[in-house]
């Protein structure tokens, strides 16, 4: 009997709309994608007979922002029914944004320059490019920062409580799939690659998850991935483990990351040198970096990190395709 297949998809950091728009959004997002390459990959998502989850913490990044500015609560006039009606980003607040990303037809670099010279490009200011800056964790400054730049990835990452209720989000219905021997995708951006990452070590490693011993995720698509950063990598799961406790082992088929051209919190690209070991030591099969342009462009000017700009991409959509196909 062939096995459901069922895509994941985790979000990345910063303040967030409520949960059932952020799904709305991410699922146009991926049908879009996949409508420009593969029709009956994206028919097959529509109609669900390729399972999509979104893996949502949304709320917890807003209460933390929220924590560290009012300047944050002024812009969540929204509320969330699913989680105490908690602030959140208004519904309808990227439509425009993603209609015009939509009407696009070319992704080409001269495209991508053509679209800088037109709106402000936000990736040369990203404080997440400090946050995460190797420089700064050669000074020894790295946490300091990243706690104060991005809050809600500095409580994810220094906080145990915090880092325990996002995992656990994303848990739930990975370790669900994967007990019913499900064909997974896990879509992961941003901050949601560091979730994931330690998410795969702990299922890989800790003995309450031995029960997902010898089960993978076929696919792990890693978008606008910080993991290359070593101020990042000295705060993941197996930062403090030995050589034999490194890296999530057996639970990974195939992984590959795309880094778009200026989105800073990706600043290290290639990821396969970073995670090599991985691949010598049998733990994944292949790891593959490829690089893209994104061209989400808002209110704010171009931004080279956004989700949805990554999830509409046609060469992403391939890969999403290629899976859902296959």
Known sequence: MTPPKHLIVIHGRATKPAEREKKRLVKESILHGLGRVSPEAAAKIRSGEVKLSLAYYGD???????????????????????HGNAPCELDGSYDADLKSLFARKNFTKSDYNKLL??????????????????????????????????????????QRTVGSAVRVRLQKPLESALKKNADVCLVAHSMGC????????????????????????????????????????????DASEGKDGKYPTGIINKWINFAAKDDFVAHDEDLADDFREMIVRGFVSSIVDKKIYNFWSGSGGSNPH???????????????????ND
Request: net charge neutral.
């Open 194 to 237: 560091i979730v994931s990452y330690d998410t795969l070590w702990k299922f890989s490693r800790m003995s309450e998850y031995s029960h997902l011993r010898g089960k993978k995720v076929n696919r792990w698509i890693t978008l606008g991935c910080p993991l290359g950063e070593p101020g990042v990598q000295d705060n993941l799961y």
């Open 60 to 82: 917890i990044s807003n209460e933390e922002m929220v924590k560290a500015g009012k300047k944050v609560l002024q812009e969540l006039k929204g509320r969330d029914p699913d």
């Open 306 to 324: 956004k989700l949805y700009g990554y999830l509409d991409h046609p060469d992403v959509a391939k890969e999403i395709a290629n899976w859902v």
């Open 117 to 158: 010279k037109e709106v402000t490009d936000l990736g040369v200011v990203d404080n997440v490019a400090s946050a995460v800056s190797g420089v700064l964790n050669l000074l020894g400054l790295s946490d300091r920062v990243i706690r104060a730049a991005t809050p809600d990835m500095g409580a994810y990452l220094t």
